[in-house]
């Protein structure tokens, strides 16, 4: 091979690496570029679920017929909350936010179904004080009810909860009168109490029948509603669950407690019964929500004239 033909061999050669060269550089590049644009959509998904997850509450609003409910309650106004977790993603502040929203509903009646103060953190005697001020600030008028949840210690929490004007329903039954002479039932379970006595349902309580009364039942996990659905309470009024915090669609959600795997959408119909399941309005030790706001549940009960056949 001549030396001119040598020459023009080295020069394709060097030709065909500087072509191969210039072809992987836009290849790192735009591989460089796709790592970027992933990390920036975590970052933006974790900011997201940390700081504006928790904390944008939504009021989810519903509408509750019956045909048993006493003609006084018609269009009665009820709010649950649930879940508070004192100490986690709720402060204070956040608390009093919450009740500004709550008394700008004007509910007739609050119901709070469990789990205040977070077990993580230890309640100590200002924090006692921050929420029973918080809570002092709800309308005077309304009528409130809270059960246990499966994180209240049961001395502090009932301290809290009667000192912030709550009626403490521990596996008992109270008659609400409201402008005549027919109540309704409502019934509040412990369930930090092993097998709580769900015959109270079907129980005469003032000489009264349960069977005649509009039943309304707080429990805080929902998964045990399946204990006591077969003594047809009217409506079921549960928490516990925090609707999972992270929320991907068209999947069962993440992070999921114990007692709360069955059910854990906002509402179900089982036989003639309505439950209603709150997201709750805190977090837990995984403080993010995903596709999933904190929640005040607001009802409106409808009297239905019954249809005969």
């Known amino acids: 091979m001549s030396e001119s033909d040598n020459r023009m061999s080295r020069y394709e050669s060097k030709k065909e690496e500087i072509e191969e060269e210039s072809t992987k550089e836009p290849q790192v590049k735009s591989h460089k570029k796709i790592i970027i644009i992933i990390i920036l959509v975590l970052m933006a998904l974790i900011a997201y679920s940390t700081i504006i997850g928790p904390s944008f509450i939504d009021v989810k609003e519903y509408k509750v017929e019956s045909t048993l409910l006493p003609e006084s309650f018609h269009g009665m106004k009820i709010i649950q909350i649930s879940d508070i977790h004192y100490g986690t993603s709720i402060n204070q502040k956040q608390l009093d936010r919450i009740i500004k929203k709550i008394n700008k509903i004007k509910p007739d009646i609050i119901f709070f179904t469990g789990d205040l103060v977070d077990k993580n953190i230890i309640i100590t005697d200002d ?112 928490g516990h669950s925090l609707g999972g915090l992270i929320k991907i669609p068209f999947i069962k959600p993440l992070l999921l407690p114990e007692n709360s795997k069955k059910y854990y959408e906002d509402c179900y119909k089982l036989n003639d019964t309505d439950v209603y399941i709150s997201n709750g309005l805190g977090t837990t030790s995984i403080k993010a929500r995903f596709n999933n706001h904190p929640s005040i549940n607001f009802y409106r009960l409808y009297k239905t004239e019954e249809v005969l056949n």
Do not use: C, R, W
């Open 127 to 238: 924090i006692k004080t921050e929420i029973i001020t918080s809570f002092s600030k709800l309308n005077k008028d309304t009528y409130k009810y809270a059960i246990y949840g499966n994180e209240d210690n049961e001395s502090t929490y009932k301290d809290i909860i009667e000192s912030s004007g709550f009626t403490l329903l521990n596996n008992e039954t109270t008659l609400l009168y409201y402008k005549d002479q027919t109540p309704i039932m409502i019934t509040g379970f412990n369930i930090k109490k092993t097998n709580p006595n769900y015959t109270i349902l079907t129980d005469y309580i003032n000489e009264l029948d349960p069977e005649a009364l509009y039943k309304i039942v707080l429990v805080h996990e929902p998964d045990t509603i399946d204990n006591f659905i077969n003594y047809n309470p009217n409506l079921i009024l549960a």
